[in-house]
């Protein structure tokens, strides 16, 4: 591989949580001027039309065993038009740096000489529940979140959702729907069973969907959970924050009187 020229560059774009006019102006404006741009599977495609006529659009991306191409193989692509095109973008969902391999291509790329520009985007892991009314932070109630996989790269759930659960932190769980009963079982260990959690999917999209449960009752969420769809588990009291949250457990009250 060459690299023998200082030059070479790729712009790593954080295209935002899902909603089209939640990319940043820099991002933006990085996809107007794009030779190139590969993107993943959470990219809104409606950005794309921001790109110029004769921008190359190469689909890149990989959901559940749905891969079109490896890891590795989209490293070796975006280092082989880096070196033939001048505004290679690599367009990823959310921020490239929260759970979305960004550091790999980086690592890659700046091993093969290539200047690599990051432009953050804003993650779902922090959009997706504000977007709902959901602080992840509330004074007195708890003192962090916790932003955790639920699937690790051997398919087993991290430990860190067990030491999250110990702790008052909100928990965040990204890709955590295919894993979800041995989640909520194991953060059942060490919270209140009337804990409130909620998914959300297709977070900031137009078709956003909530579901609220407490922790005793979360057998009630899974006939609601689209597994084809983009999904985020928050746990914690600050759950109860949603406007939804009193109607509901009035509603769960008289059903159990
Ligand atoms: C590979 S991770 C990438 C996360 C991304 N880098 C970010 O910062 O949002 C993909 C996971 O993010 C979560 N996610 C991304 N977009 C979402 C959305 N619009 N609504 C709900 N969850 C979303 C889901 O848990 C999904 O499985």
Not at 30 to 41: E, G, L, M, N
Not at 91 to 115: A, T, W
Not at 199 to 204: F, K, L
Not at 223 to 237: M, Q
Request: glycine share 8%.
């Amino acid at each position: 591989m060459k690299n023998d020229k200082k030059n070479y560059k790729v712009t790593l774009v954080g295209a935002g949580p899902g909603a089209v006019d939640l990319i940043t102006v820099k991002g933006l404006n990085a996809i107007k001027t794009a030779d190139v741009i590969f993107y993943d599977a959470l990219v809104n495609k409606e950005l794309l039309k921001n790109a110029k006529p004769d921008t190359n659009l190469i689909y890149v991306g990989k959901r559940f065993n749905n891969h079109r191409f490896s890891q590795t193989e989209i490293n070796t692509l975006l280092a082989e038009y880096a070196f033939t095109k001048n505004n290679v973008v690599r367009l990823k969902g959310g921020d490239p740096f929260v759970f979305g391999r960004g550091s790999e291509e980086v690592d890659y790329l700046e091993n093969c000489g290539i200047e690599v520009e990051i432009i953050p985007g804003i993650s779902s892991a922090l959009a997706v529940p504000t977007n709902q009314g959901i602080p992840l932070t509330k004074r007195g109630v708890n003192e962090s979140f916790w932003v955790i996989t639920g699937t690790t790269s051997n398919g087993e759930i991290s430990k860190d959702i067990m030491h999250g659960a110990k702790s008052s932190a909100t928990l965040v769980i990204l890709m955590g729907l295919r894993n979800f009963t041995t989640i909520l079982n194991e953060v059942l260990k060490y919270r209140p069973i009337n804990t409130p959690f909620a998914i959300i999917q297709n977070g900031t999209l137009q078709n956003e969907t909530i579901c609220i449960e407490t922790l005793e009752n979360y057998k009630n969420a899974l006939p609601k959970i689209d597994y084809k769809s983009p999904g985020i588990i928050v746990i914690g009291d600050v759950v109860a924050e949603h406007n939804t949250f009193l109607e509901e457990e009035i509603q769960r009250v008289l059903e159990n009187y």
